[in-house]
């Protein structure tokens, strides 16, 4: 009785985050009123879109969010998270290449100079904070990679990767909304909502620890 009982607050659980995550992006973009394009660049929008909103997931199946996730252990939802991180992230490093991909199938730019010419655009803010993201997603990247062979204790490594990570939410969001294809008002509405909800739950998990750690002293 109690695994079925573990079992149905799971689904309970990862339902509604499937939903919030990979259906209402897919819904937004089904239903946006955006120029066809080609199958190529439909598609890579459409990863691009999930790697992006899967990446806004993982402040959501931390410890932080045990209250929604208080039927997983803590070693499952650290793998889950490590997994999204691992398939998602790399998606997201190569974006700036596979924006100039679809250029080798079209006459004018070529794919090289396309791409010289989006990274040496500083007049443009939104591409800065999007350079900003991406040098922020490499060292995430790398830093969680070979974690294990930096002098660093479990509490500070935490810290750090969680400071890293709110900083890329919020250069990433603010990239996105300003130069996305994709992102209309409904979009934006939902990056801003589940940004916003990200670095609260971010706040409310350090101040708890932080009242918590002041009650022996009272």
């Known amino acids: 009785m109690g695994l079925i009982m573990k079992e149905n607050t799971q689904k309970k659980t990862m339902l509604p ?93 070529s794919p090289t100079e396309a791409f010289f010419t989006i990274i040496t655009t500083f007049s443009s803010f939104g591409i800065i904070l999007g350079i900003c993201a991406w040098c922020l997603m490499v060292i995430l990247g790398v830093a969680s990679l070979f974690r294990t062979k930096l002098s660093l204790s479990y509490k500070t490594w935490r810290l750090i990767h969680t400071i890293l990570a709110v900083l890329f939410i919020v250069a990433a969001s603010w990239h996105a909304i300003d130069l996305g294809r994709h992102t209309d008002t409904s979009l934006s509405t939902f990056i801003i909502i589940v940004a916003a909800g990200s670095l609260l739950l971010v706040l409310k998990h350090y101040i708890s620890e932080s009242l918590l750690k002041q009650e022996p002293s009272k």
Do not use: W
Not at 38 to 62: H, R
Not at 64 to 91: C, D, E, W
């Open 17 to 109: 985050l499937a939903v919030l995550f990979i259906g209402l992006p897919l819904f937004f973009y089904a239903t946006g009123d955006f120029p066809k394009r080609t199958p190529l660049k439909d598609s890579l929008s459409v990863l691009t879109i999930l790697a992006f909103c899967l990446m806004l997931a993982q402040f959501y199946l931390t410890r932080m969010n045990r209250s929604l996730l208080g039927g997983y252990r803590q070693s499952t939802i650290t793998t889950i998270h490590k997994a999204l991180g691992y398939i998602f992230l790399p998606v997201l490093i190569i974006h700036p290449f596979l924006i100039v991909v679809p250029r080798y199938y079209e006459s004018g730019v």
